[in-house]
């Protein structure tokens, strides 16, 4: 069900962006250009082949921005709030296509919570357009366009899309405060997964939350309010923000980060870090950057998002059960522990089978990319886990992919959008006890 939704919307978008009205020349857009575009877009990726900003008109960038919101939120969200305004009952498919959509497990008010979906992200992205409108409103000149770009951007930061109406992405706002930290905050909101964040902002937690930190660490009492996997989710989270950004500023103090003031390096080190898990904006250009660099953000790519959140990727929580389970095998443990309670080991062998069969994805078509393109092999890797990722960073190689390179990565970018999701599903479904029990056998390893 899920996977027939995407194919659906990025049918439909494709034909939109055909349409003479979807470009400025009037023409349209060919078919590979118009699959590509309506791919990146309903996955939330942000690999363009042609820039947004001026190939296409105001009505195909319209569409493209439809097919953000639809894609990252997820089509039956909007299908389900229908339902409810209607007043009609859901039935049990639908209830369960919508626990896939914003990755829910518990037994909870499903109509609820896509009312709490719905409300939260029109919120979000109504206070994020509005700080975007005023201070753009100084820099574009016009009310109509500051407004129009806020709205777009907003949208496009909230669902880490990474789509953007400017050509150089963010690099002319590379040491403006107010949109780099406006646009952070809407990556990382739409990023952490709702369930997180509907934690998060009860009102009980939040003021736990705020008088004591260490709420998260591991070593907190088992009586406590917020889930472990909400946890686990904020350590990784701020984990992954705070190294990424130490990294970027030390090993770019040199080289894209040259020319900057002390302050603009430690803010386009903090944008890029945000930016590289989930969005693809960026404020410094990524063609110059450092091998060791590349490979550093190729990591952060291929973890992503978090589960339920509007980005990609293995996800946070997925990695960080990997690490506990080597950390308990390192130390001879025999259960996984966490925060004092043990994580079952089906949720390990899941995370395991979802990182090796990312990685075999990612794996056979840089293969394929590395056979069928001359370009710079580690090039080629980060388009390659930018698009599993749907992350849309890119080192500006994208329009000058063949037409199989093209192809190659429009697939990777479906499979990093439903892959996992619909993988962890099936072995939700397919988990099932045997009644026989075979004897074991040890095998040498390693």
Known sequence: MLVISFLGLITVGTLLLTFPAATADGKGADILTALFTATSATCVTG?????????????????????????????????????????????????????????ETRDIDIARMVRYVLLFTLLVEGIGMLILFLRWLFILGTADQALYYAIFHSISAFCNAGFSLFSDSFIRFQSDLCINLCIITLIILGGLGFPVVNEIINRKNLLRLLRNFRQLSISSSPQQHLTIHSRLVLITTAFLITGGTILFF?????????????????????????????????????????????????????????????????????????????????????????????????????????????????????????????????????????????????????????VIGKLLIIILMFIGRTGPLTLTLAMTAANKRSMITYPTARIIVG
């Open 47 to 103: 690999l363009v082949v042609q820039d947004t900003g001026t190939y296409f008109s105001r009505f195909g960038q319209l569409v493209i921005l439809a097919l953000i919101q639809l894609g990252g939120l997820g089509i039956m969200t909007f299908y389900t709030s229908i339902v409810v305004l209607l007043g009609q009952r859901m039935g049990l498919q639908e209830r369960r296509t919508m626990q896939e959509i914003i990755e």
């Open 250 to 402: 030390f090993l770019e103090y040199d080289n894209t980060l040259h020319n900057l003031p002390l302050s603009t390096k430690l803010l386009a080190s903090l944008f890029q870090s945000v930016t590289a898990r989930t969005a693809g904006f960026n404020t410094v250009p990524l063609s110059n950057l450092h091998g060791v660099t590349i490979f550093l953000w190729v990591i952060l790519m291929f973890i992503g998002a978090s589960p339920g959140g509007t980005g990609g990727g293995v996800k946070t929580s997925t990695i960080a059960v990997l690490f506990l389970a080597i950390r308990s095998r390192i130390r001879g443990e025999e259960e996984i522990v966490y925060s004092r309670r043990t994580i079952p080991k089906d949720v390990v062998y899941r995370a395991m089978a979802i990182i090796a069969l990312s990685l075999g994805a990612i794996a056979l078509t840089y293969a394929g990319l590395l056979f069928f393109e001359n370009q710079r092999f580690e090039f080629l890797l980060f388009e390659a886990v930018s698009a599993f990722g749907t992350v849309g960073l890119s080192i500006g190689i994208t329009p000058e992919l063949n």
